[in-house]
Every structure is written in structure tokens, then in C-alpha cells.
């Protein structure tokens, strides 16, 4: 072998040395990451975007204890947990290993309407998906009364809806109608049917509003048509009531003589 031969053979030799051991240093890095990860606990339960859930009932729910593994943490559990309290429409779960942090976050409901009792007392306050959570301590919300409901606390009884389907389509569909402000109160008749009474409107006091069933956003995309045209014009005739049962129809009701 010559002496060039030796030179490339040694520096091959030192080269295939240099690839061996790194590789070893980076399996021997996995193997205690590994490792470090399959010890690590979780020292603390970060709770973020609360208003009205008070973090330590979040945590509570979560089951989550201090020194728990980790890797023993399901986070699509802990979220489900999380979900039934009455204030948490949904919650995310990340583990943060490097600072054995759990972050739970969480999506608040939203307030759409305020269920009141047989004496107009609040009870508890709607989203529009129908699910009911209890009054909060501070912040009130301009919303449309809701009458007619059964008054006891219904979030006691996790995922119940606690609206009818009547009055969930009212809430859904009031947004994009354009009649938001023009709905006070919407009342629930024994039957479950929902009737709106509006805001006054100029010369016109509070108006009954029947909707009937069908096409909800439809009806009170016509409810706000008619209160432009015709709410917003002065006139000496009051309107007492607006039927909207009838489709394609606006059938109104003067206030009865004396």
C-alpha cells in the first residue's frame, strides 16, 4: 500500500469514527429525552381565557392532580371534562413538557337571551344553541327575555339542552335578521310554541309577534322588512299584534275598542 493509499485509508477510517460517534451521542440525547419526557409531571394546571368560569372549578373538573405523569394525561379527556361546566362551550389541552405546565383553554358560551322566573326574576342566561349557565357574579348583557321556561338550575344536569327547539331557531336565526334590537322577550306557551314581543316602536307600544313553525330566519327577515316599512311610519293606527304563521302573509291586529 502506498503512503497516499495509507493517507486516505486513515482519514476514511477517521471520518466513518466521526459519523459512529455522533451517532451514538445522538441516540444516547433520544434515549434520555426519552427518557426525561417519560418522568416528566405536571407541577401546575394553567387555565386561560375565563371570564365567568372561575379557574378552580376548571381545574377541579379537569382531575388533574400535581406530580401527575404527563404522559398518563389524556388531553382529549381532560377537554371533555372540562366541557361540563355550564360556562365552557369547548376547551383545548396542551401539555408543556419543558415547564411541566398543563394549559387548559378555553371558549366561553355566549349570552343570547335571559331566562326569567314565573315573577320575572332572573334565572339564567341562554346561547343560542339553547344550553343554559348561571347568572355571573358581575357583567349583564342586553339581551331578549325569555318567559315560560322551567326555572330550576338546569346546567346541574351536564349536556342537557335546557331551550326548546322553538326558541333555539329564534336565537340561532336573530343575528342575521336584522330584528335583534327589535326583540324584548321571546314567550314559551305551555305547547312549547315561542311568540316574540317586540321593543316599542315609535307611535306603536310592545307588538305580539306569532311565528307559527317553518321557516324561522325567513319569518323575521319579513318581521324586519315590516317594522321598516311600516313600524318606522307614523300612523294613528297601533298595531297590537303581527302574525307571521301564514306564509308569503303579514297579518296584523289593531288594539281592540275600550
Same mark, same amino acid.
Given at each position: 500500500m502506498t503512503r497516499d493509499q495509507t493517507a486516505t485509508f486513515g482519514r476514511r477510517a477517521l471520518r466513518l469514527t466521526g459519523i459512529g460517534l455522533l451517532v451514538a451521542g445522538?441516540?444516547?440525547l433520544g434515549v434520555l429525552g426519552w427518557q426525561w419526557r417519560a418522568g416528566a409531571t405536571v407541577e401546575r394546571v394553567?387555565?386561560?381565557?375565563?371570564?365567568?368560569?372561575?379557574?378552580?372549578?376548571?381545574?377541579? %373538573?379537569a382531575q388533574v392532580d400535581s406530580g401527575a405523569v404527563m404522559t398518563a394525561v389524556d388531553p382529549t379527556l381532560v377537554a371533555d371534562r372540562v366541557t361540563r361546566h355550564p360556562w365552557v362551550q369547548s376547551a383545548t389541552v396542551t401539555p408543556h413538557w419543558m415547564y411541566g405546565t398543563l394549559t387548559v383553554a378555553v371558549t366561553e358560551r355566549t349570552p343570547a337571551a335571559l331566562a326569567v322566573d314565573?315573577?320575572?326574576?332572573?334565572?339564567?342566561? %341562554?346561547?343560542?344553541?339553547?344550553?343554559?349557565?348561571?347568572?355571573?357574579d358581575s357583567a349583564g348583557y342586553d339581551v331578549p327575555l325569555v318567559r315560560g321556561l322551567d326555572a330550576e338550575a338546569p346546567w346541574t344536569r351536564p349536556d342537557t339542552v335546557a331551550a326548546p327547539?322553538?326558541?333555539?331557531?329564534?336565537?340561532? @336565526? %336573530?343575528? @342575521?335578521?336584522g330584528v335583534a334590537g327589535l326583540v324584548a322577550e321571546i314567550d314559551v306557551a305551555s305547547?312549547? @310554541?315561542?311568540?316574540l314581543v317586540t321593543t316599542p316602536v315609535d307611535g306603536h307600544g310592545a307588538i305580539s309577534v306569532r311565528l307559527g313553525?317553518?321557516?324561522?330566519?325567513?319569518? %323575521?327577515?319579513?318581521l324586519h322588512a315590516f317594522a321598516q316599512q311600516v313600524l318606522t311610519t307614523a300612523s294613528d293606527d297601533p298595531i297590537e299584534q303581527i302574525d307571521?304563521?301564514?306564509?308569503?302573509?303579514?297579518?296584523?291586529?289593531?288594539?281592540?275598542?275600550g
Open positions: 445522538v441516540a444516547a394553567a387555565v386561560t381565557g375565563t371570564q365567568h368560569a372561575p379557574p378552580d372549578s376548571v381545574r377541579r %373538573l314565573g315573577q320575572g326574576r332572573p334565572a339564567y342566561y %341562554l346561547d343560542r344553541a339553547g344550553y343554559a349557565m348561571p347568572l355571573p327547539a322553538s326558541v333555539r331557531r329564534v336565537l340561532a @336565526a %336573530l343575528p @342575521a335578521s305547547d312549547g @310554541a315561542a311568540r313553525t317553518g321557516d324561522v330566519p325567513r319569518k %323575521l327577515r319579513t307571521l304563521r301564514f306564509d308569503g302573509q303579514v297579518v296584523t291586529r289593531e288594539p281592540s275598542p
